[in-house]
C-alpha cells in the first residue's frame, strides 16, 4: 500500500510562510485523491485542503482560503501545500492523507482517507 511521509514544519512568526511536502511511495500516486488536515492540540481533526488526482481540482477550507495553497507533482510523487499569511491559529500537526476510492468523494471528511502520513508539526508565533 501507500506510504505517506510530511516534510516542511517548523516555526515561523505571523504572517510568514511555510511549505509542506507529502511524499508518497509506490507507483500508485496518481490515481490518489490528495487531502491536508490538521489538529492542534485538545482539537479535532480539521480539514484544510484537497486535490483531485490531477491537481485540476482543489478545495479548501474557508479558514484558509486565499493564504493557502496545494498543488501535486506527480512525476516526483509529492504534494504541496503553500501556506502564506500564517496566523497563529494555523499552529497544528499537519497530516496529509491520501483516497484510492474509486466512489464518491467527501474531500473534507477525515474517514473519506485511506492513507495517512504521521504528521509535522507547524507553530506560527503571534
Known amino acids: 500500500q501507500v506510504q505517506l511521509v510530511e516534510s516542511g514544519g517548523g516555526l515561523v512568526q505571523a504572517g510568514g510562510s511555510l511549505r509542506l511536502s507529502c511524499a508518497a511511495s509506490?507507483?500508485?500516486?496518481?490515481?490518489?485523491?490528495m487531502g491536508w488536515f490538521r489538529q492542534a492540540p485538545g482539537k479535532e481533526r480539521e480539514f484544510v485542503a484537497a486535490l483531485s488526482r490531477t491537481g485540476g481540482t482543489p478545495y479548501y477550507a474557508d479558514s484558509v482560503k486565499g493564504r493557502f495553497t496545494i498543488s501535486r507533482d506527480n512525476t516526483r510523487n509529492t504534494m504541496y501545500l503553500q501556506m502564506n499569511s500564517l496566523k497563529p491559529e494555523d499552529t497544528a500537526v499537519y497530516y496529509c492523507?491520501?483516497?484510492?476510492?474509486?466512489?464518491?468523494?467527501?474531500?473534507?471528511?477525515?474517514?473519506?482517507?485511506?492513507?495517512w502520513g504521521q504528521g509535522t508539526q507547524v507553530t506560527v508565533s503571534s
Open positions: 492523507a491520501g483516497d484510492l476510492s474509486g466512489i464518491s468523494w467527501s474531500p473534507t471528511k477525515p474517514g473519506e482517507y485511506d492513507y
Open positions: 509506490g507507483r500508485t500516486f496518481s490515481s490518489l485523491r
